[in-house]
């Protein structure tokens, strides 16, 4: 008898749910541009009581692969489409960018207090390339370069290696470790004391510090001014994939992103408004 | 006695190691729990910053439940089948079946739920998907665990109940279910611990990192406590986002301690019974 | 009407390995049509140059699971040892309630103490440049095999039958030799189970070894290399799960990968029941 009161009660508390889904938006892709949409989608929500607005990471590989198949509304990226997704996904979906991000090259604050302020590319892709493997090589502490990388379909890394490596898709030979999202990075260079990693400038502090890139008197660091200006080689839009038969409800919350209200936010979470 | 000292010696680890863990997390994680933490849904800026795991709690239960509520018409059914109708034959290969069914790793049915359910049957990330997931995973346990307690009902009253001339299903029903009930339930409850353990599989087939508080339908994602934990631990930095991974990490343990212990009260309290009604 | 609903479920239940292995197999089906089988051997992994090599997890998988059982054995013996003949009634209870409660912890809690609290460690004590290694991997699953580990060889040990021990002890047989030659030998076959059970549990964790590995797609350097990062089967699969597009040949490995962690663990059990 109590068994089958268990069961009973089981069974309501879990068909409770079962209305049938009205309006929802899920939200799923890089994790550099997951900030933004957690923010705006907080205050959205606000505007738009009773709409279902979910949002997940996973990295811009997930975010691809995922409105392709039809699994979310919309999909982040932190990097363009490649040529092969762009032809996949040709009429189905369309590229909306809502703001601007600099890729910092990043190493650890022990290394940064040593000296080590300012790496050319050469000198990056040779660290990545392991054909530089201490940090006295480049003028810092004694100590081997912890080469942290990153998974292949991150956006994060195929801006990073375009740029560095000269193709997206190209190999880090010299790589230590390989992280996930901007946060297991982050959180990788700051508990080493020897470490080099990629990550979105937004996510840098005390612990995790930029160098500057460049050759040794124009090298630059990815501050908003050096990105809004050009001069800092390692850049890129974070953009927001949208299906073409979004509903339009999706559509006006990529609206409410690009409207004042929204590019503020997008300053807020660290980022530059797209325009 | 120099071999007991090896011997005390070697175990030593095994004696201290578990106490140990579980101390650090307690000791790391106690401190986050509060009212606010565990009965509400208020999410922080930045990523992971939620103050609140309502939400994840929420979640992980009602995928739990949902799992369980799936599997045991199947579990129960399978166990009485074995009981009533299978010739010897057939309950070995049954019992082969769930055996190797059992020993398949958690992420291998995330993996067939990803191909058939969130892609082929177009039910994309949700708590249907992921209840069904975890319903296959803890499927053998149950049925295995059905069988062993309906072996536990005494001959006799099976006899007495046949020789009385009832039905099949009356001697299921008022014989068998109602002596073997407790060590059904036990099962049960011992499935929901597991299921509630199990993170692989719903990574990506039932859960989202934020925007749900309680899932509109089935077919909507859901978050739960023990994905929570992992989004959390790739947080390396910020030490309000550790203290809720602890936090939620203990919170965790509490609810599959919670549901473990009970079943272990349970199947002692009526073993008892059971032994002394055996005359 | 009772017994079609009966046979209905002991059908699905059966037929659950059967849809389960068909559907991998069919998923895998692209890259097994463009790679054959060579790609168990292949030591590379890079979707992007379609290399879909298997080597570098296998034996990423098999470094940590050995290491795991190499530490968790002796010790889960030696405390089932204990548990089971040393200890009084009290402590032996209570012992082995605490392991099984220690296997029912989650194991993306173990993720948490093996990423905040054992990689650190391993960083200081090693001089490593990262504690992620196939040594933390195997650290962290040795943690978790060992409460399945002590229970199933306490439970082996202790079913030896009353008999076998009085007739040992008559016979004047000294402690470590009633142990080694008449109760070891005896509960063997139960302790055999045991370590197989573990063996299973390893091989298919995945949460816990994902975030300590290295995630690292390279055979070690050396071979027996165990301080380097790596990946492991469950790892990978993990890790790239989400990312591969529906239907591509990085897909079908990836399903491969899975279908061939499968047949590994369903060999296993059937070795197990064999052996019961």
């Known amino acids: 008898m109590r068994h089958r009161l268990f069961i009973i009660l089981s069974f309501l508390f879990v068909l409770v749910p079962t209305v049938l889904a009205t309006d929802q938006v899920r939200v799923a892709g890089s994790t550099t541009v997951l900030p933004i949409v957690a923010e705006a989608a907080k205050h959205y929500r606000k505007l738009h009581p009773g709409l279902s607005l979910t949002v997940s990471g996973g990295g811009s590989g997930v975010g691809v692969a995922s409105i392709d198949q039809g699994l979310i509304e919309i999909g982040m990226a932190s990097r363009d489409l490649t040529t092969t997704e762009k032809q996949r996904l040709q009429g189905k979906v369309r590229q909306v960018a809502i703001a601007r991000d600099a890729v910092a090259v990043a190493v650890s604050k022990a290394v940064f207090d040593a000296g080590v302020t300012q790496l050319s590319l050469a000198q990056i892709a040779a660290i990545y390339r392991g054909e530089i493997k201490n940090w006295q090589q480049l003028g810092g502490p004694d100590r081997r370069i912890l080469v942290i990388d990153k998974e292949a379909s991150r956006g994060t890394r195929h801006v990073f290696a375009k740029v560095v490596l000269g193709s997206e898709r190209a190999r880090a030979a010299g790589a230590t470790i390989i992280t996930g999202s901007n946060n297991e990075e982050q959180a990788a260079i700051a508990n080493s004391d020897k470490a080099i990693g990629m990550l979105s400038h937004a996510w840098l502090n005390d612990a995790v510090r930029a160098v500057a890139v460049g050759e040794a008197n124009e090298a630059v660091l990815p501050t908003f001014e050096n990105v809004a200006n050009g001069r800092y080689p390692i850049q890129r839009q974070l953009n927001l994939l949208v299906s073409e038969k979004s509903s339009e409800i999706g559509n006006t919350f990529i609206d409410f992103l690009l409207s004042s209200k929204g590019q503020q936010l997008v300053q807020q979470v660290g980022y530059l408004p797209v325009r | 006695m120099l071999n007991k000292f090896i011997i005390v010696g070697l175990a030593l680890p095994a004696l201290l190691l578990p106490g140990a863990c579980l101390a650090y997390i307690l000791f790391k994680g106690l401190p986050a729990l509060s009212w606010s933490f565990l009965f509400s849904a208020t999410e922080g800026t930045g990523f992971g910053a939620t103050s609140g795991i309502l939400a994840q709690l929420l979640g992980s239960l009602l995928l739990a439940l949902a799992a369980i509520l799936l599997a045991t018409p199947f579990a129960l059914g399978t166990a009485l089948y074995y009981r009533l109708y299978a010739s010897k034959r057939q309950q070995g290969l049954l019992a082969g079946l769930l055996n190797m069914l059992q020993s398949i790793p958690p992420i291998v049915f995330g993996l067939f739920g990803l191909i058939v359910f969130v892609h082929l049957l177009q039910w994309g990330v949700s708590l249907l998907s992921g209840a069904v997931i975890l319903a296959m995973v803890i499927m053998p346990m149950l049925v295995l665990n059905s069988i062993a307690s309906l072996e536990r009902v005494p001959e006799q009253y099976t006899e007495a109940a046949q020789s009385l001339g009832l039905h099949h299903s009356a001697v299921i029903g008022r014989v068998w279910l109602v002596q073997a009930w407790p060590g059904i339930l036990t099962g049960q409850l011992l499935g929901i611990a597991r299921a509630l353990s199990e993170t692989a599989p719903i990574l990506f087939t039932a859960t989202v990192f934020s925007g749900v508080v309680w899932p509109e339908s089935i077919f909507s994602p859901v978050t739960t406590l023990q994905t929570h934990i992992f989004y959390l631990a790739q947080e390396g930095s910020n030490q309000q986002v550790i203290q809720v991974a602890w936090g939620s990490a203990v919170v965790l343990l509490g609810v599959v301690a919670g549901f473990a212990l009970l079943a272990r009260c349970l199947s002692n309290r009526y073993e008892k019974t059971q032994r002394l009604g055996v005359e | ?276």
């Open chain 3, 1 to 276: 009407m009772l017994r079609f609903w009966l046979t209905f479920s002991a059908l699905t239940t059966a037929l659950v390995i059967a849809t389960l292995l068909g559907f991998l197999l069919q998923a895998s089906w692209p890259l097994l049509q463009s790679q054959g089988l060579s790609f168990v051997t292949e030591p590379e992994w890079y979707p992007y140059e379609a290399l879909y090599g298997l080597l570098p997890v296998l034996v990423g998988s098999f470094w940590s699971i050995v290491l795991a059982l190499l530490l968790a054995v002796p010790t889960g013996l030696a405390a089932a040892i204990l548990c089971a003949e040393l200890l009084p009634g009290r402590g032996r209870a209570v012992l082995r309630f605490s392991m099984e409660l220690m296997a029912g912890i989650p194991s993306v809690v173990y993720g948490l103490l093996g990423l905040w609290l054992l990689l650190p460690l391993l960083e200081s004590q090693f001089d490593l440049l990262t504690g992620r290694s196939l040594l933390a991997a195997g650290l962290l699953l040795a943690l978790m095999i060992l409460p399945t580990i002590m229970v199933f060889s306490e439970t082996a040990i202790r079913a030896v039958v009353a008999e076998q021990r009085q007739t040992a002890m008559l016979l004047g047989l000294d402690w470590p030799t009633r142990l080694l030659r008449v109760l070891l030998p005896q509960a063997w076959p139960g302790i055999r189970i045991a370590i197989l059970l573990a063996l299973g549990r390893a091989m298919g964790e995945t949460v816990a070894v994902m975030l300590v590995v290295g995630s690292l797609d390279r055979l070690p350097q050396p071979l027996y290399n165990l301080l380097q990062p790596a990946q492991t089967l469950t790892s990978r699969i993990g890790r790239e799960m989400a990312e591969a597009a529906v239907g591509s040949v990085h897909w079908a490995a990836l399903i491969a990968s899975g279908l061939t962690l499968a047949l590994v663990a369903m060999a296993l059990s059937l070795l197990i029941q064999r052996w019961r």
